[in-house]
C-alpha cells in the first residue's frame, strides 16, 4: 500500500529516494551530507541548487550559513534544518521562510564531545600544564603548587544540553561548579545556578575558570567584556566555546597584559579562520583551537533530520526546534 510522504509518492519496492532536499552553504562542507543520507537515511535525496531540477519539488533544507536569497527557489519548504547546533547563520537569511520550523542538532554524542573537550581545558588551566609546557621549553625542572579540585571554582554560562553535559563531568572530578542561565534552575545535581544581571555578576566572581557555552542573542553579543573580566578573581582563566562575537577581543588582551586573567582557551572568533597576522596567534597565554571543540557527524546529522521529518508527519513539531526570539 502506498502512502503520501511531503507530497510525493513512496511505498515498498518503490526503489529511489522520494523526498528531495537541498543543501544550502559551502559545497565543501555540504556534499559530505551526501552520503551520510543515503546510508542512514535513504528515502531522502539530497542535492546541492545547481542539481536541483524542479524546486518545487524540494521539502527540506540543510543549511550551514545560507546567502541572503538561498530559501528564495523552494516555496514548499516544511523543514530547514542546521547541521550543527548553531543556527545564527541561518536566522541571517532574509529569505528564510518564517512559517517553517528551524531546527538545530541536539544530539547526545555531540554534546559528550562537548564535555571532553572542555574538561580538557579545565585541566590545562588547574593543573598549570602550560607553565609545564614552558619549563619543558627552558629544560627547567620544577613541581608547582597543587590545589584540589574542590577548591577549583568553575563557573558556566549557558545551561543548555551542551552545558549539562559539562557540568556533570566536571561534578565528577569534584570540581565546584556553578552555572548562568535564563532560569537558573532545572540544573545538574551537585550544581548551583545563577540568573540575571546580578547574577551573572555573582557567577563571575565565585570562576577561577570561566567557560562560555552561551548561544549567541542579542543580549549576549559582547558579554566577555571587560567588565565581566574585572569581577573574576585576579589570575582566573576563561575557556570560550561559544560563539566569537560574545568576546571583546581587545578586553581580553588587556586582562591578560594587567594579570586580571592568567590564561585563556579560545576555540570560536569574531573572524573564521582566524588571520594570521592576528595577534592571538602568539600569545604565550592563549591556546587556540580552529572552532573544533564538537561537531556533529553526517550520519548524525541524517538521523536527526530523518526523525524530525517523521515528527512532522505525524502532526509534531521537531525535538530540538529553534525558538526563532530566543535564538536557539
Known amino acids: 500500500m502506498?502512502?503520501?510522504?511531503?507530497?510525493?509518492?513512496?511505498?515498498?519496492?518503490?526503489?529511489?529516494?522520494?523526498?528531495?532536499?537541498?543543501?544550502?552553504?559551502?559545497?565543501?562542507?555540504?556534499?559530505?551530507?551526501?552520503?551520510?543520507?543515503?546510508?542512514?537515511?535513504?528515502?531522502?535525496?539530497?542535492?546541492?541548487?545547481?542539481?536541483?531540477?524542479?524546486?518545487?519539488s524540494v521539502t527540506f533544507a540543510l543549511a550551514w550559513d545560507p546567502g541572503?536569497?538561498?530559501?528564495?527557489?523552494?516555496?514548499?519548504?516544511?523543514?530547514?534544518?542546521?547541521?550543527?547546533?548553531?543556527?545564527?547563520?541561518?536566522?541571517?537569511?532574509?529569505?528564510?521562510?518564517?512559517?517553517?520550523?528551524?531546527?538545530r542538532i541536539a544530539g547526545e554524542s555531540q554534546a559528550q564531545m562537548m564535555a571532553g573537550f572542555v574538561t580538557w581545558h579545565v585541566l590545562w588551566h588547574h593543573r598549570r600544564f602550560g607553565d609545564y609546557l614552558n619549563h619543558q621549553r627552558q629544560r627547567h625542572w620544577q613541581r608547582l603548587p597543587k590545589r584540589d579540585a574542590a577548591d577549583?571554582?568553575?563557573?558556566?554560562?549557558?545551561?543548555?544540553?551542551?552545558?549539562?553535559?559539562?557540568a556533570r563531568s566536571l561534578v565528577a572530578l569534584d570540581y565546584d561548579v556553578a552555572i548562568y542561565s535564563r532560569s537558573g534552575r532545572n540544573l545538574p545535581a551537585g550544581v548551583e545556578g545563577f540568573s540575571g544581571e546580578?547574577?551573572?555578576?555573582?557567577?563571575?566572581?565565585?570562576?577561577?575558570?570561566?567557560?562560555?557555552?552561551?548561544?549567541?542573542?542579542?543580549?549576549?553579543?559582547?558579554?566577555?567584556?571587560?567588565?565581566?573580566?574585572?569581577?573574576?578573581?585576579?589570575?582566573?582563566?576563561?575557556?570560550?566555546?561559544?560563539?566569537?562575537?560574545?568576546?571583546?577581543?581587545?578586553?581580553?588582551?588587556a586582562a591578560l597584559a594587567s594579570g586580571q586573567l592568567a590564561a585563556a582557551s579560545l576555540d570560536v572568533f569574531a573572524i573564521e579562520p582566524l588571520p594570521r597576522d592576528h595577534p592571538f596567534w602568539r600569545h604565550e597565554q592563549i591556546v587556540i583551537t580552529p572552532h573544533d571543540a564538537c561537531d556533529s557527524t553526517?550520519?548524525?546529522?541524517?538521523?536527526?533530520?530523518?526523525?524530525?521529518?517523521?515528527?512532522?508527519?505525524?502532526?509534531?513539531?521537531?525535538?530540538s526546534v529553534v525558538d526563532r526570539e530566543a535564538g536557539y
Open 152 to 166: 577549583v571554582r568553575v563557573g558556566l554560562l549557558g545551561a543548555g544540553r551542551m552545558g549539562g553535559a559539562v
Open 2 to 56: 502506498e502512502t503520501e510522504r511531503h507530497g510525493q509518492t513512496s511505498g515498498p519496492g518503490a526503489g529511489a529516494p522520494t523526498v528531495q532536499g537541498v543543501l544550502l552553504g559551502s559545497p565543501e562542507i555540504m556534499t559530505t551530507y551526501i552520503a551520510a543520507f543515503e546510508q542512514v537515511a535513504p528515502q531522502f535525496r539530497l542535492a546541492l541548487p545547481d542539481a536541483i531540477t524542479d524546486p518545487e
Open 198 to 253: 546580578a547574577g551573572l555578576e555573582r557567577l563571575a566572581a565565585r570562576s577561577d575558570i570561566l567557560i562560555n557555552l552561551l548561544p549567541l542573542t542579542p543580549q549576549t553579543r559582547g558579554i566577555l567584556d571587560a567588565a565581566l573580566f574585572a569581577r573574576m578573581p585576579q589570575g582566573a582563566a576563561l575557556i570560550h566555546v561559544g560563539r566569537g562575537e560574545h568576546l571583546i577581543e581587545a578586553d581580553l588582551l
Open 68 to 103: 541572503p536569497e538561498d530559501f528564495r527557489p523552494y516555496p514548499h519548504l516544511c523543514l530547514v534544518s542546521s547541521i550543527a547546533a548553531g543556527v545564527n547563520g541561518i536566522l541571517q537569511s532574509p529569505s528564510l521562510p518564517s512559517d517553517v520550523p528551524l531546527m
Open 298 to 319: 553526517p550520519n548524525q546529522v541524517a538521523h536527526e533530520v530523518a526523525e524530525a521529518m517523521q515528527r512532522l508527519d505525524d502532526g509534531l513539531l521537531p525535538a
